[in-house]
């Protein structure tokens, strides 16, 4: 199953939610249309599929390893979700993107939600800034959503901005 949703997550990645064909997905995933349905039986699952795959990812790029030190750590987190950005999702954000595609979706909006999440939890652990895990979010999200028109200038305005909440927290 993950090869099957890393391709989905490439093609969705790559094209959006509405332009690939069910035969553009087959492709993508490299199997047949058959063992495509098996693993997701409708559109809506390949979509979940590869949102979920790349929730995997996404959390171990950005939190594993560490360093241990909370101010190097919150560094790190910067610098990581805008090589992210650079490589992965130059365009924006792949959960956001899918829920904007299909909003009446209740899975999707509960993925979403679960992702912000735990994104906002692990960076709150990590940089020992418990309690201002919405804060760092926006921080991230700030970055996220600016990255592709500022660049390396929206991680170091990222950094300056988490940095100053660590200072007054």
């Known amino acids: 199953m993950t090869k099957i949703a890393e391709g989905l997550e490439c093609a969705f990645a790559s094209r959006g939610f509405a332009e690939p ?4 997905l087959r492709d993508a995933a490299g ?10 039986p409708s559109r809506a699952d390949m979509v979940l599929a590869a949102l979920e795959h790349r929730h995997r990812r996404y959390l171990a790029h950005v939190f594993d390893d560490l360093p241990q030190e909370s101010g190097a750590s919150l560094d790190a987190i910067v610098t990581r979700v805008g090589r992210w950005m650079e490589t992965e999702a130059a365009h924006g954000c792949l959960f956001h993107a899918a829920v904007a595609a299909e909003p009446g979706s209740a899975r999707l909006r509960a993925l979403l ?5 735990e994104v906002a939890a692990r960076a709150g652990a990590a940089t ?10 926006v921080i991230l999200e ?3 959503q600016t990255w592709s028109l500022r660049g390396d200038d929206a991680v170091e305005a990222a ?3 988490a ?5 007054t927290s």
């Open 21 to 24: 064909s069910v035969e553009d």
């Open 31 to 40: 199997v047949s249309l058959r063992t495509l349905y098996k693993y997701a």
């Open 113 to 117: 939600e679960r992702h912000k999440a």
């Open 128 to 137: 020992g800034l418990g309690g201002s895990e919405t804060a760092l979010l």
């Open 142 to 144: 700030g970055l996220t």
């Open 159 to 161: 950094r300056r901005l």
């Open 163 to 167: 940095h100053a909440l660590r200072a």
